[in-house]
C-alpha cells in the first residue's frame, strides 16, 4: 500500500514517518531542496538561530514522544523574565504562565493592579459562560478578567500568535482556556491545572528536522526540489503532476499552509483553492543582532511591546549564547515584516537602542523573513474547517494535515498530523 506526502515540512516528516513505521510505501515530495519547511536553525558556531518556532508544549503523541522514538532528548526552555510593556510601565508576567494550558493563569491576581481590578478577578467564579460560541479573544478575556488585564495580556498573546490577539476567536485559538471557564471559572480552573512544561531541543528544532530525514531516507522515498503543480483524480486513484511527469498514489497527504495548498487545487479542484484561500495568514520577520555582552549588558528577558508604546516590533527577547555576548531577537509581524532586510535589520538596532536608551553597534545580524507564514485563528476559523471538511468528502483518499487546521503551537502541529496519518491508514485499510 502506498502514500505520497507532498510537502517536506514537520507536518509533512511528521506524516511520513508515521506512514514508514506504519509499514506503508512512502513517497515525500518537497519543492526545495532541503526539508523542515520553517522548522529551520541556522548555525554560526555555538550560536543557534532558531528561524520558526523554537519550543513546544506537551500533548499525546506529539513532539515529545517522537523526539524520544528518535533519539532526541528534549530539555524543558530554560525559565525566562517575560516582561509588557504597555503605558511606559513594566509589568513582569507570572513565571510559568502558559496561556495554551491555562496554567499560572491564576497569578495575575499577584500582578499590581489596582485594588478594583483585584476584587473583580476575585469574583470571576460567578460571571456566566460565553454567550456567543465564536467569542472573540479580547471580548473572552474582558468579560472574564475585565479590561485592565486584558490590556496588559494582549501584547504577549499578540506576539505569541504573530498577529493582533483581538481579532482571534477564542475557542479556535484557545479552546483549553474556554473549556475552563466552563469548570468554575479560570481563574479557579487554573489553580487545580498541573504544570506543563514547554520544551526545546538543545542543539535547535533543526536537529528534529535532521533527525526525521535520516530515518525517512533509509525507508522511503525523499525526493527534493518535486514541486507539485496539481493532484488530480482518476479511476487508478490519485495522479500527482509534478515537472517532468505524474506519480501515481492510492492515499496523498497534503501537509502545505493553506495558500500553498490552494495554489495546488487550482487546475482541478477550484472550489478547494476557494475553500483554502479562506484561512487567513500573517507576515513574520525575525531579526538576530548579536553584540558583545560589554555594549548590551541587560540580563536575559523577553520584552512584549503594546501598541503606542513606539516600538515597531512586537517582542524582543535577549539572551546570551557565550559568555562574551549577548543576542537580540526582534520580532515584526504584519506589513512590518515585509520590509526589505536592511530596513529591518535598520528597525531592530533602533529597537535595541530605544530599549537600552543607547546606541550599540552589532557585531553580526540575521534577518529571517516569512510571509504568509501564521495561520491567523480568526472569527469563523471552525467554519471554515467545517465547509473544508464537507468539500473533502467527494475526494476519498485525499488528507490535509498544516497549522491552520492543528491549532496553534508545534504540539499540535504533530498531533494533527499524526492523526490524519491514522486516519489515512483506517482509509488504506477499509478500501482494501
Ligand atoms: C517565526 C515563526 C513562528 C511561528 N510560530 C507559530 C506558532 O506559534 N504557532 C503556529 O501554529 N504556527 C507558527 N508558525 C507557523 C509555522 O510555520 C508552522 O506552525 C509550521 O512550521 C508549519 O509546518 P508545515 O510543515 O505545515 O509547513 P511549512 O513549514 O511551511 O512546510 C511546508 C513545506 O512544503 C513545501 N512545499 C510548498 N509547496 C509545495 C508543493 N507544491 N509541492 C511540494 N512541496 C511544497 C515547502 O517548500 C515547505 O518545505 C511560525 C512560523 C514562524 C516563521
Redesign the pocket.
Known sequence: MSITV?????????AAYWASEAGLEVTL????N??????QTAKLDSILL????ESFGDLPHSLFGLCSRLGLEPQPLPALRRVVRKNGQDWALPQDLNLASGFGLHQVTKMPFSRSVKWRLGTERFIATAPVKDELLGDFFRRRLGPEVWDVLEPFISA???GPAEEVSAPAAFGRLVALERQGGLLAGSRQLRPESSWHLVAGMGSLVEALSMYLLQRTRLLPK????AITRDSRGWQVHLRGGSLEAEVVVL???AP??A??FRPSAPQLTTLLNHFPYLH???VYLLYPRSELPLEPVEYFFARGEGYMSSALKLTHPTSQTTLARV?FAGETARFADSELSRLAQNEVAQLLQAKARPLAAWV?R?PH???HFTQGHARRIADLERELVHAPGLFL????L?????A??VEH?FQTTRRALDFLALST
Do not use: D, K, M
Not at 532541503?34 to 522548522?39: N, Y
Not at 518535486?226 to 503543480?229: C, G, S
Not at 492543528?406 to 508545534?410: E, K, N, S, Y
Open positions: 507532498i510537502g517536506g515540512g514537520l507536518a509533512g516528516l511528521v515530495l518537497e519543492a526545495t532541503s526539508f523542515g519547511g520553517h522548522t532558531e528561524v520558526g518556532e505569541t500568535l504573530g518535486q514541486e507539485a503543480w501537509a502545505l499552509p500553498q495548498a495554489r495546488v513574520s520577520a525575525r520580532q529571517f516569512q507564514s501564521r495561520p494535515t498544516g497549522s491552520y492543528a491549532g496553534p503551537g508545534l499540535n502541529l498530523s
